[in-house]
């Protein structure tokens, strides 16, 4: 059974920081690229970062370029966001999926979501 399971998420004040984790477990992590997006409510979806098991390549969304870092633990099968200088608008339910590559949209398999606040 594939799991994409989400941790980390929380109440912060702007200029905060937090890291997201995803557990991955039920298929080949080598073979997928894992990426984050979030939604806010009453908005689309939006990607925020992927990273490629395979070779390590990024892809950021330009609202958290230079703010926000995607690592990866093969041998956890873990992805990590780690999300600095936050702002209100990063306020959302952010989820891991995971895809075969960091085109958007990534949407093989994906977790249930961890909300992230973030006060003014």
């Known amino acids: 059974e594939v799991q994409l399971v989400e941790s980390g998420g929380g109440l912060v004040q702007a200029g905060g920081s937090l890291r997201l984790s995803c557990a991955a477990s039920?298929?080949?992590?080598?073979?997928?690229?894992i990426g984050w997006f979030r939604q806010a409510p009453g908005k689309e979806r939006e990607g925020v970062s992927c990273i490629s098991s395979s070779d390590g390549s990024t892809y950021y969304a330009d609202s958290v370029k230079g703010r926000f870092t995607i690592s990866s633990d093969n041998a956890k099968n873990t992805v990590y966001l780690q999300m600095n200088s936050l702002k209100p608008e990063d306020t959302a339910v952010y989820y891991c999926?995971?895809?075969?590559?960091?085109?958007?949209?990534?949407?093989?398999?994906w977790g249930q979501g961890t909300q992230v606040t973030v006060s003014s």
């Open positions: 999926a995971a895809d075969l590559g960091c085109s958007w949209p990534w949407d093989d398999y």
């Open positions: 039920g298929f080949t992590f080598d073979d997928y690229a």
